[in-house]
């Protein structure tokens, strides 16, 4: 069978953490994360509702201020008029609906304004922004799948350019129809790009690099698209437009094909040998680096890819249950990432429902999420994995859970908290995916990811609905939101930690988790430790 096959991290060693090379990737890929940033927080803006009032019984009823109070005693019924005189009376003559259609506010033009999406049309309001997140789910399923196929660049650049193009085809929509099924088209490419993104850089990277890449890359440049959405609302009142706008950065980030190349751990895997090593020649050449003459022997390459006959094999959803292993991990992830997209997009989303200011509140959860990033970068090598995730969901639930002792004309307090409540989610929201791309081998890993986050489109389906709820109860939305983190704080205790762990490549290398074995988990490999040491 020949001498035995070095480990990937080994055989990459001579590359190094930090060289030009991995920069170049990191802050491309990283910006791959920004239009996600904003193109899943878009409904916030081009879905709100301005203040509106009925038409009175004719048409030259003054458009002021103060109009919107005295038309009627609600947003959906009007003052019936009375036939003497030129405008509505008081009611004393009774009510009915407003026949004759709503007039709204001219500060922002949005899908509610332009085909009056209130009173009994409100439903659709929170159908557009699930059915973005069911175009998610979908896409989260099938994407992993291909990409652990037919490779990650591929479809990265596939889902870029549907987000883009999509949103420019969206900005055209004659009706809401239209609207919902491009929202739906849209939301496939978004977290597909995403996990792809993240994917790729992270099988192109050494352990430190990771998790900077993943944190202060991919994580923070995400919450820039946020922070930057508020501020193009602000300045593009008009939905149309904002639509257009937010599809010129990703069309622009198509012309990097020629620049970012194919995972060479997932070409290796394919036993693509030679692909793999003309990669990271290149990466040597830019490193300015003298590479091996042979970096990967093909029989060696063969003894590693013929292990358990895993390489000859055609990797499906099914291999994410089939060992213990891997089932349970994929059990637990597929409860923790509905509850953390439900509790994360759900406090994100709620932001036009807080009082005060729109924007400024969007730019403030942006800057919160940023925050949580950098915390996270922080204390991610200095706790075990699992431990960090906990408490940090434990931390967002027990602080949504207590407004409700805070009386509601407390605005101030009621936001800090649910602020603070967002602080601890978008800390585990960020985390997830870091933490379970160690946690998947290499062989199902985007599959893996794919999955899970295709669950936690359940959560982020269902949270408009939550928030809806809110009419009738402000403070039960927080109570359901923070339940589902504290149940996923428990649950998260038991998942294997991986800091200071290599990355798994096959099924037979994926961790058990803790209630099941106890055992000492095994050690980095000596050559490892050694390079380790020398640093």
Known sequence: MGEKYQDFDVALAFLGEYGRFQ???MVLLSLTAIPCGYMGMLSVFIADTPTHRCRTWFNSTPHDGDSFSRAGPDNCYRYKADANRSEA?????GTDRCEDGWIFSTESHTIVSEWELVCENAWKVPFSTSVFFIGVLFGSLVSGQLSDR????????????????????QATSVNWVMFCALNCLRGVGHVACFVTSLVLGSEMLGESARLVYTLLGQCLCYSIGYALLPLFAYLIRSWRLLLVASAIPGLVFIFTWWVIPESPRWLLQKGRVKEAEI????AAKMNKIHAPDVIF??????????KSDEDKRVYTFMDLIRTTNLRNITGLGFFIWIAISMVYYGLSLNTSNLKGNIYLNCLVSAATDAVAYIATFVLMNRAPRHTLLCVNLMFSGLTLLVVKLVPEDTHAAFQVLVLMGKLGVS????FIYFFFTELYPTVVRNTGLGVLSTSGRIGTIVCPYILHIGIYSKVLPYIIFGSFSIIAAILSLVLPDTRNCKFPDLISEAKPIRCFCM??????????QARKSSE
Not at 300 to 305: F, M
Not at 427 to 430: A, P, R
Request: aromatic fraction near 6%; hydrophobic fraction near 45%; include cysteine.
């Open 150 to 169: 037919f490779g990650r660049k591929h479809v990265l650049f596939f889902t870029i350019s549907l987000q883009s193009v999509t949103a420019l085809i």
């Open 279 to 282: 990669v990271i020649c290149r």
């Open 427 to 430: 800390v585990g929201h960020s």
């Open 297 to 306: 022997k093909t029989v060696d390459a063969s003894e590693l890819l013929q």
């Open 519 to 528: 055992r000492k988990e095994n050690p980095l490999p000596a050559s490892l």
């Open 89 to 93: 009376v008081e009611p004393s003559n």
């Open 23 to 25: 920069i170049l990737m």
